[in-house]
């Protein structure tokens, strides 16, 4: 499997111009799937959200994640949704979302919630945070060791995610990790969203 960027939305963003700045990262180079993370958002400013950049990410054949809520995941045709352990449990998100969309877990720095969440069926599993991230509180953190061992061990495609840069994500791809994801990393990069988009695809395909 090729690796791969795994996008994750800025916290808040102003919708129009979002928008805008989205279609123009994602033509810039590879990204995978994006997922949208509004975690301060009602239902209705998620629904708002998705109706205009869905539509974008799926024109480009890139797949729509929603962040810990299958029943909107689904009610607004997102191909996904990525729940952490505190949110909607597998089984109950998987009947939601159903057989043919993607359901990720977040599994911490845990070999116990991984294998867990692989024996159920989760379509990938998230270690981290690998390092300091401005975007939330991690709760945990994060070795590239652990990315070796689930590779060596599982067919299950695992994600790498908190504080990835360009700069330090070298560590994560050679320890195996399948997806990186990136959200402060890309959004917040110097040279702006586009260029980041630029050299993590350059990144990947070295």
Not at 27 to 48: N, P, T, Y
């Amino acid at each position: 499997m090729t690796q791969q960027l795994y996008l994750i939305t800025p916290p808040k963003f102003d919708l129009d111009e979002f928008a805008k700045t989205l279609a123009n990262t994602l033509d810039a180079g590879d990204v995978s799937c994006v997922q949208l993370r509004l975690k301060e958002a009602s239902d209705d400013e998620i629904r708002k959200a998705c109706a205009v950049l869905r539509p974008i990410v799926q024109d480009r054949d890139i797949a729509f994640v929603l962040n810990d809520n299958p029943t909107l995941a689904k009610e607004l045709a997102c191909d996904g949704v990525h729940v952490g352990q505190e949110d909607t449990p597998y089984k109950k998100a998987r009947e939601i979302m159903g057989k043919d969309a993607i359901v990720g877990m977040t599994c911490h720095d845990s070999k116990h919630m991984a294998m867990v969440a692989g024996e159920q069926g989760a379509d990938y599993v998230a270690f981290g945070a690998f390092y300091p991230t401005q975007t939330k509180e991690p709760k945990s953190k994060a070795e590239p060791w652990i990315l070796e061992w689930w590779t060596s061990m599982f067919e299950v495609p695992c994600v790498a995610i908190g504080g990835i840069t360009d700069e330090n994500a070298t560590p994560l791809l050679e320890a195996g990790a399948d997806f990186i994801a990136v959200c402060g990393g890309v959004w917040d990069h110097p040279d702006g969203p586009e260029e980041a988009v630029k050299k993590f695809t350059a990144l990947l395909n070295s």
